[in-house]
């Protein structure tokens, strides 16, 4: 069995993009996210949805899947819960024990204690990111008075550009009806904005305290730094084309005690994305990292896969 995860330790995952839209912004039509100072962003929420689809692609078992790659069938979050053994045990115990219908139902503190150990215990992506849990009273299962929250130790940054952006626009046409009955109108269905060239860098953490928590292991560990490492893997779409999108270096930087050896700020200073203004090929954006300045910090550079 493995440990559970006891040092404090610091990432930086590199990401090159070459004609993409890497996270679109719902409030701007779906066009690539950038800043009030043009740079470009990948929200952590983005990331994360990678993260797991990445786990889920290797067998791990997670419980916030999206509905088009859901794996099982179950295509909500409170069916995945209430199919877990674990979970329907201990609400049998519980009704099975209530004198009054409102003991009948997961609701005291210790019970919801209960439930977080056993989401923990079963979903990796709750053990790494924690998980708000906000069931609806409307629906009498046992769980209607369980809302309750998970705080995670893997916490991940929005992650941002080493250099403002410019942003592509394409017109999109059409070459035929949808309809049979249609007359043939305008050949315009819509745009497409990509960003052409640039580099991004997502910082986060783990936080040993967090993951006493919730159970997080070295092994869960080393399931992340895979994942990020591989983040887009199977992930290509109409707005990602395959190798569109790359993880160029992965920076794993690992405390020896509980406590971040230096500041965030100085692990992240310590790392250097050079970006060549003539940069078109991810083959021109070198990245360099300095050694450690003590030796309760450990840093290593990884490829991307």
Known sequence: MSEVLNHKVNFSVIVGVRNANPNGDPNDEGRPRVNGEGYGEISDVSVKRKIRNRW???????????????????????DRF??????????????????????????????????????????????????LLPFKESVKDGLESASTGIRGPVSINIGETIQPVEMKDMAITKSTNFESEEKKGSDTMG?????????????????????????FTDEDAESLKMAL????????????????????????????????A?????????????QPESARQFRDITIEVEPSPTPELIITKYEGQ
């Open 262 to 274: 230096i500041p965030a700020y100085q692990i992240n200073d310590l790392i250097h994305v050079n």
């Open 191 to 215: 745009n497409k904005s990509m960003i052409g060239f640039a580099v991004y860098r997502i910082d986060g953490a783990i936080s040993p305290q967090q993951a006493e928590q919730t159970g």
């Open 229 to 260: 490492k591989t983040l887009f893997v199977d992930d290509a779409s109409a707005s990602r084309p395959d190798g569109s999108m790359e993880v160029l270096a992965l920076i794993w930087a690992e405390s020896k005690g509980k406590i971040s």
């Open 82 to 131: 209430l199919s877990n053994d674990n979970v329907a045990e201990l609400l049998t115990d519980i009704r099975n024990s209530g004198k009054k219908s409102s003991d009948k139902v997961l609701h005291t503190d210790a019970q919801k204690r209960e439930l977080r150990a056993i989401a923990c215990a079963n979903w990796l992506d709750v053990r790494a990111f924690g998980a």
């Open 56 to 78: 889920q692609d290797t067998g791990k078992p997670i419980l916030v899947k999206a509905v088009d790659r859901s794996d099982d069938e179950y295509l909500s979050i409170r």
